[in-house]
């Protein structure tokens, strides 16, 4: 896979720009850090992008903010949102509907973050819990949303991306002549932005994507340039326990991910202590998978400048007591 412009129509620098000044009444940019310690563990120049310091947590602050205003430009009679979420999505989603007043339904499967259930209903939504996997939930919601009447808010879309990608334009403003970037990749809405973001700035940053062993479908559809469904059985990360991808996200991928690292949940886990240990900061599963990633290949990355991104901190906290109290490497 090389560096390209994918075919698909991805957001513009002038539109990432106007969508910013959206994200930025809810809340201000987000730092990113040199921390030390990462930089000794890696070998390398480390700066982790802090979207765990948003106003839910999470990377998706940006996302249904952007999305729901291009919504209500095109339906304005739209009255209420529905979407399935294994949490950060579904918390996006309840934040908008809250501030543009509309009602709001989010489906979880079963066995869903205690913690991100709780966030979501916090917000006025009205929660249910369906199926085994997303893609069971996703599917409930989309008949729960011919029903209804409600619009589904689906887990990845242009303006969705475009959200996303109001990080990427604050990180590359801010760390000059990045080598590498390690993305975690859900539905593909962060990786997707990436590309956007760093082709519209004509840089030379390679991306890498970072899936889930127990998750693999976007590394077995690049492998085979379509969509593979795959069990998504991975029981930290749930941000990436996608079962099957996006054509339109696989696409972008296609032309513009250097190479995909699987990591597994016991490498997750390590990266959780490990991001805690250098920078004090709580991690959930998906946001310290960019480290396990980074870690495997830290012989490769060796002295060069790489990017992190703390995609969120929403973990239960029984779960983050007992990541903390493992034994097993690194600390």
Not at 267 to 283: G, I, K, L, Y
Request: net charge neutral; hydrophobic share 45%.
């Amino acid at each position: 896979m090389s560096i390209g412009q994918a075919t698909v129509n991805l957001p513009t620098l002038d539109e990432v720009r106007a969508a910013a000044a959206l994200v930025y009444r809810l809340m201000l940019p987000t730092p990113q850090y040199r921390w030390p310690l990462l930089c000794e563990r890696l070998g390398a120049e480390v700066w982790l992008k802090h979207e765990n310091h948003t106003p839910i947590g999470a990377f998706k602050a940006r996302t249904a903010i952007v999305y729901t205003e291009e919504l209500l430009k095109r339906e304005p009679a739209t009255h209420g949102l529905i979407a399935a979420t294994r949490g950060n999505h579904g918390q996006s989603v309840a934040l908008a509907a809250q501030r543009k007043k509309l009602e709001c339904v989010i489906v979880v499967p079963h066995g869903n973050s205690v913690a991100k259930n709780a966030s979501i209903r916090a917000q006025g939504a009205k929660l249910i819990e369906h199926g085994e996997d997303f893609q069971s939930a996703l599917e409930h919601a989309k008949k729960l949303a011919a029903e209804m009447g409600y619009h589904l808010v689906p887990p990845y879309h242009r303006d969705i991306v475009l959200g996303v990608a109001t990080y990427w334009l604050e990180l590359f403003a801010a760390v000059q002549e990045i080598d590498v970037a390690y993305v975690p990749i859900g539905m593909g809405s962060g990786i997707c932005s990436a590309a956007a973001m760093r082709n519209a700035l004509g840089l030379k940053t390679k991306l890498v994507g970072v899936v889930s062993d127990q998750a693999p479908t976007y590394a077995l559809s690049i492998l085979q340039r379509k969509i593979v469904e795959a069990p998504a059985q991975t029981k930290l990360a749930d941000g990436l326990a996608c079962r099957r991808g996006n054509n339109d996200a696989l696409e972008v991928m296609l032309e513009n991910v250097d190479h995909i690292v699987r990591v597994t949940d016991a490498e997750v886990a390590a990266s959780m202590r490990a991001m805690f240990t250098d920078t004090h900061n709580v991690v959930e599963g998906a946001g310290a998978a960019g480290l396990a990633a980074a870690t495997k290949e830290s012989a490769a990355i060796r002295g060069q400048r790489v990017a992190l991104i703390a995609t969120g901190g929403n973990v239960d906290r029984d779960v983050f007591a007992r990541v903390l109290s493992e034994n097993s490497k690194p600390a």
